[in-house]
């Protein structure tokens, strides 16, 4: 079995791949506060909930967009799973020409699920990832990333409208029955909501647009925090599918690639 980990700010995802079939995911806090071992009881506990043990697990992948966490991380899986994981990064084949003035500029994350994007969906492209940031990766349709668009997430947002302004309560992200609110959690929430799929929709648009004869075809696709993408996906009018697991896929994916370069199996 092939564990797979995306290290976000927020969140730290994992799923466990026998072959092709994803077996197991989780996701639980992002915290650099925590020391290798109580990572290791941590992934331990919720693997022997779903009845997975450590010998189980032959290889690790990794990608992350928290560099403080990785070194940890490390140390944990060598410590108690005996395996040193394969981290996403410089001098890593994942078969994606990065169209970007320094490729080291992008995230590992992105690449890993653009990778993942584009073997499943072809190009071009445009993956939404909703998340600490929302995410605007572009693909093309050679599968060459291209770049992409960077605004503060939804999470973020809202956070900041309670802690800046003094008369905003926190809300709870639902929509509401109507765009024109009567009350305060309702306005916020109707700006929260049609305002996020409004950036999305106009986001694309422009990208669309920039990309000319080269967006025949496009797709978009959203990822990331699932509900957060089935809360504003649906009022945008450009988002076409929901895929939750493209950070897992992308990375099973390249794990694949490496070990066939090596010639394992």
Known sequence: MLLALDVGNTALSFGIYDGTELRAEWSVATDRRKTQDEYGLLFLALLEYRGITPKDIKAVVVASSVPP???????????????????????????MVIRYDNPREVGSDRIVIAVAAYEKYGGPLIVVDFGTATIFDVISKDGEYLGGVMAPGITVSVEALFTQAAKLP???????????????????????IYGFAGQVDEVVARLEEELGAAAAGLKVVATGDTATAELVAPETTVIQT????????????????????????
Do not use: C, W
């Open 69 to 95: 966490v990785v070194p940890t991380l490390d140390r944990m899986f060598q410590k108690y799973f005996h395996l040193k994981p394969l981290v996403v990064g410089p001098g890593v084949k994942t078969g």
């Open 170 to 192: 926190r809300i709870e992200l639902v929509k509401p029955k109507t765009v024109l609110a009567r009350n305060t959690i309702h306005a916020m929430q109707s700006g929260v």
């Open 242 to 265: 929901i895929d939750p697991h493209l950070n897992l896929e992308g990375l099973r994916v390249i794990y694949e690639r490496n070990t066939a370069a090596r010639g394992e199996r």
